[in-house]
């Protein structure tokens, strides 16, 4: 049991010291492939005959046929009625415009029109030879403790009414939300998708040698706090019911913990590794040693009622859950490299997701299910973003010749797409990768986005 446990400590600390989770490749002659399994593997796709590792796409790609995507031209002077706040609310929406990559929002220095005179009305003409195409208004009062913010928006080709009206009410500390909020509202009243704004990120980051820290922070790098006690390692966190789940290391192995538990054990068995929690609806999905190797389980969220999902010679890693139709995506390097394959929530139904690349990881997915998009680390020269529709295995690289790139997470609405880059901290892009924005400064590994 101790040689068992000194390989699979050692297997943990490697990852760590890799920052993502890092598989030894199987020899190429293994008989992995042909080994028993818990659930079924389907073959490739039909009428998808990638031969595997075949290349990643070694180059982003602009397609020049395709039709320009014109950004919708909006203007978001600051809110009338307080001047700090004013300036500080319309500058939280300018931001939540400027990262989601479907807005251009227009330089306060070109306006033409007088918004102070205005008030919460508009005059289209000097707004319109600005070029804008939406107008944002707004108005705080402050009575006694407390704000009243007055929000409007103006589709200039819908004439001077507000298309768009809401009011809020509360402490003047709940400002920011107020201003994702409405940024929300404008985005489902212009595209019909209420947008991501106001989400979380929360993320690992090396502190020293010997500790990791988990953090969480707004979408877009405000209010960075630590949610982990500080003490030792603590990784791999993810976004479930009660707050942050994540993993902490110990002695005798690692355990799954959340906040509120003062990092008290939630899933754990003796003397193993339990890590990479996964939670969707009522039960978790985590990576464990418990028997032997590292395979995928789930659990009911109190950690009770364990569920063997994956039994293979190979090493089974970083499961992630909410793919469509529920399917479970992890990493396994059962066919001889690091790939991404999938499994239905039972365990059964195993089939590959990767076809080129020869060290693929960190899955994550895009919550609508339609879209079919799974986001991954790839190797290829370095390492850098990638996402693949699992349908069609369309590729697109979002990141290249800039460092390393790594740990994807998709926002709840999928338009934007986080990760971290040795250019400086977390970057948020679009999901063809560009307009890249750096909102969290500094060291970071395996990011989940809230849902």
């Known amino acids: 049991m101790k040689t068992r446990i000194t390989s699979a400590l050692a297997f943990v600390l490697a990852l760590a010291a890799s920052v993502a989770v890092v598989l030894p490749p199987l020899g190429t002659t293994s008989t992995a492939q042909e080994a028993p399994q818990r659930g079924s593997e389907a073959p490739p796709p039909e009428g998808a005959p990638v031969p595997p590792d075949e290349m990643l796409p070694n180059q982003v790609v602009i397609d020049v046929t395709a039709p320009e995507r014109a950004l919708y031209r909006i203007a978001v002077p600051n809110l009338l009625g307080d001047a700090e706040m004013g300036n500080s609310g319309a500058e939280v929406m300018r931001t939540d415009f400027r990262l989601?990559?479907?807005?251009?929002?227009?330089?306060?220095?070109?306006?033409?029109?007088?918004?102070?005179?205005?008030?919460?009305?508009?005059?289209?003409?000097?707004?319109?030879?600005?070029?804008?195409?939406?107008?944002?208004?707004?108005?705080?009062?402050?009575?006694?403790?407390?704000?009243?913010?007055?929000m409007r928006l103006y589709e200039l080709a819908r004439g001077t009414t507000?298309?768009?009206?809401?009011?809020?009410?509360?402490?003047?500390?709940?400002?920011?939300?107020?201003?994702?909020?409405?940024?929300?509202?404008?985005?489902?009243?212009l595209t019909g998708r209420r947008g991501a704004f106001g989400t979380r990120i929360t993320f690992a980051r090396?502190?020293?040698?010997?500790?990791?820290?988990?953090?969480?922070?707004?979408?877009d790098g405000n209010s960075v706090s630590r949610v982990s006690s500080g003490r030792g390692v603590a990784m791999l966190p993810a976004f479930g019911p009660g707050g942050i789940w994540y993993s902490v290391l110990t002695d005798n192995g690692m355990f799954i913990t959340r906040t509120g538990m003062e990092e008290r054990a939630l899933i754990d068995a003796p003397e193993s590794i339990n890590?990479?929690?996964?939670?969707?609806?009522?039960?978790?999905?985590?990576?464990?040693?418990?028997?032997?190797?590292?395979?995928?389980?789930?659990?009911?969220?109190?950690?009770?009622?364990v569920r063997r999902l994956t039994d293979h010679p190979g090493i089974d890693v970083s499961p992630a859950c909410g793919g469509p139709g529920g399917l479970i995506a992890f990493v396994s390097n059962r066919h001889g490299s690091?790939?991404?394959?999938a499994m239905d929530s039972n365990g059964g139904g195993v089939r590959r997701l990767t076809f080129r690349g020869s060290y693929n990881q960190t899955p994550a997915w895009c919550p609508i299910g339609e879209e079919r998009l799974l986001a991954f680390?790839?190797?290829?020269?370095?390492?850098d973003v990638f996402t693949v529709n699992i349908e069609t295995q369309q590729y697109t690289r979002l990141t290249q010749g800039q460092g390393v790139n790594k740990d994807p997470?998709?926002?709840?609405?999928?338009?934007?797409?986080?990760?971290?880059?040795?250019?400086?901290?977390i970057f948020i892009a679009s999901p063809?990768?560009?307009?890249?924005?750096?909102?969290?400064?500094?060291?970071?590994?395996?990011?989940?986005?809230?849902?």
Request: aromatic share 10%; with cysteine.
């Open 206 to 219: 090396r502190v020293r040698e010997g500790r990791k820290d988990v953090y969480v922070a707004s979408f």
């Open 275 to 305: 890590m990479g929690v996964s939670v969707c609806g009522s039960r978790a999905y985590f990576t464990s040693t418990r028997d032997g190797n590292a395979e995928i389980y789930s659990s009911a969220l109190d950690g009770t009622d």
């Open 409 to 425: 997470a998709f926002s709840p609405d999928c338009r934007m797409v986080a990760f971290y880059s040795t250019r400086g901290g």
């Open 377 to 383: 680390t790839g190797r290829a020269a370095g390492l």
């Open 100 to 150: 989601v990559s479907l807005f251009e929002v227009l330089d306060a220095r070109s306006f033409l029109a007088d918004p102070a005179a205005e008030g919460l009305g508009i005059t289209a003409a000097p707004w319109s030879s600005v070029g804008a195409q939406g107008v944002i208004k707004g108005q705080i009062t402050r009575t006694g403790g407390q704000i009243r913010v007055e």
């Open 338 to 341: 690091p790939q991404v394959f």
């Open 432 to 451: 063809e990768g560009l307009n890249q924005q750096l909102v969290v400064p500094g060291v970071a590994e395996t990011l989940r986005w809230s849902r």
């Open 162 to 189: 507000a298309t768009l009206s809401r009011t809020y009410n509360g402490a003047p500390g709940e400002l920011r939300n107020f201003m994702h909020d409405f940024a929300n509202l404008v985005m489902e009243q």
